[in-house]
């Protein structure tokens, strides 16, 4: 089946820890997207990347890092710099706009989310 | 930058009616994509319904269908024949036609009452 996987689920840190999400994915999609979610704002962008080694800051980058080896994956790093990392955290990915593979939408679909709890 | 207003942050429908979600988005673009997202209770997020900006029919699937007014920037959800199904948050967003740059509203968190 493919899809996207996210992992873990819940995710714990301690106050001054770096803590990396997974985000995998087996749909061929070029373009993977990292989200934060936080009550009554809906989604806010962090990062993007529209291909493998390639990715660039979205609207709240700060106190976050991710790296882009591979097409299926693209993990999200919380660093210590992230002064309130405690949220739920959503990844996606699409086709990248006029590739051929996709619909002409390239709408985005997401994993199931990592919620992250500092302690 | 475009933004996404969703002005109802809470909505409420009885089982088997029907209710409308609004949302309304500010751009300068003539070409763009425009989609309803649900978020469960299990917060996965699940694409609803999609609409092309240059397209004049209203979009529709199954029991969801949209009111796209372009002139008037607004983009608003019908649902029919609601089912407790459908108690979730829903997200309006917008994308750009040339690139993925995806923007959402707040949301609109919907309870359906038995």
Known sequence: DGGITQSPKYLFRKEGQNVTLSCEQNLNHDAMYWYRQDPGQGLRLIYYSQ????????????????????????????????????????CASSFRPGLAGGSSYNEQFFGPGTRLTVL | AQTV?????????Q??????????YDTSESDYYLFWYKQPP?????????????????????????NFQKAAKSFSLKISDSQL??????????????????????????????
């Open chain 1, 51 to 90: 291909i493998v080694n390639d990715f660039q800051k979205g609207d709240i980058a700060e106190g976050y890092s991710v790296s882009r080896e591979k097409k299926e994956s693209f993990p999200l790093t919380v660093t210590s710099a992230q002064k309130n990392p405690t949220a739920f955290y959503l």
């Open chain 2, 5 to 13: 207003t969703q002005s109802q942050p809470e909505m409420s429908v």
């Open chain 2, 15 to 24: 089982e088997a009616e029907t209710v409308t979600l609004s949302c309304t």
């Open chain 2, 42 to 66: 299990s917060r996965q997020m699940i694409l609803v319904i999609r609409q092309e900006a240059y397209k004049q029919q209203n979009a529709t699937e199954n029991r969801f269908s949209v």
């Open chain 2, 85 to 114: 199904g459908d108690a979730a948050m829903y997200f309006c967003a917008y994308r750009s036609y040339n690139n993925n740059d995806m923007r959402f509203g707040a949301g609109t968190r919907l309870t359906v009452k038995p």
